[in-house]
């Protein structure tokens, strides 16, 4: 099957500072990327959708400026939680959309990246 | 629908025995549903999916049910095993978008 490969999977940082998690597909052209934020014992929620060379569309109650994604490639996403907060601490899980063969129709998600500041 | 930050409801059943994860959807244009099973620290992992034109879907030892009237989905899964304890969630995905959106989730509990 798809393999999405997200790292780093776990990362603490200082209030203020800024942190990158990336979202890479080994095996396929991910044409839509999304990203999630996971509390404890919550569902995930949907923080924004990015398709390739063009800007997220962030949900409703999701800072763009804080959290930025970038989608620079059919394989790779980024997401950067700029001056975290401890608030900010969550579990953040990629997925990945590809419409192409051979893997149309498909979400696959990354392992999670748990973000811990202090 | 959307998940509001509800905690989990809990579910416990005795190995070998089958459970029954329900959920419950809002909107009525979503035509797709996969269920996932998640581990502590992990990301969803697919189980089994349903489009909105079949109403059960078979998998090993999963079935899923659609209810499009009462807009109502459910995870059979058969002989439960330890290995099967896990949050179970269920996902839509609304005709004509891309996103998907999370149901609040199950925690499943099997008993030794």
């Known amino acids: 099957g798809a393999v999405v490969s997200q790292h780093p999977s776990w990362v603490i940082c200082k209030s203020g500072t800024s942190v990158k998690i990336e979202c890479r597909s080994l095996?396929?052209?991910?044409?839509?990327m999304f990203w999630y934020r996971q509390f404890p014992k919550q569902s995930l929620m949907l923080m924004a959708t990015?398709?390739?060379?063009?800007?997220?569309?962030?949900e409703q109650g999701v800072e763009k400026d804080k959290f930025l994604i970038n989608h620079a490639s059919l394989t790779l996403s980024t997401l950067t939680v700029t001056s975290a907060h401890p608030e900010d601490s969550s579990f953040y899980i990629c997925?990945?959309?590809?419409?192409?063969?051979?893997?149309?129709?498909?979400?696959?998600f990354g392992s999670g990246t748990r973000l811990t500041v202090v | 629908g959307e998940s509001v930050g509800l905690h989990l409801p809990t579910l416990s059943v005795q190995e070998g025995d089958n459970s029954i994860i329900n959920c419950a959807y809002s909107?009525?244009?979503?035509?797709?549903f996969i269920w996932y099973k998640q581990e502590s620290g992990k990301g969803p992992q697919f189980i089994i999916d349903?489009?909105?034109?079949?109403d059960k879907r078979q998998g090993q030892r999963v079935t899923v049910l659609l209810n499009k009237t009462v807009k109502h989905l459910s995870l059979q899964i058969a002989a439960t095993q330890p290995g099967d304890s896990a949050v179970y969630f269920c996902?839509?995905?609304?005709?004509?978008?891309?996103?998907?959106?999370f149901g609040q989730g199950t925690r499943l509990t099997i008993n030794p």
């Open positions: 997925s990945l959309w590809s419409r192409a063969p051979p893997r149309s129709w498909g979400y696959t």
């Open positions: 095996d396929f052209q991910a044409t839509t």
């Open positions: 990015s398709n390739e060379g063009s800007k997220a569309t962030y």
């Open positions: 909107n009525s244009a979503s035509d797709y």
């Open positions: 349903i489009r909105s034109n079949m």
């Open positions: 996902a839509e995905n609304i005709e004509g978008a891309q996103k998907l959106v």
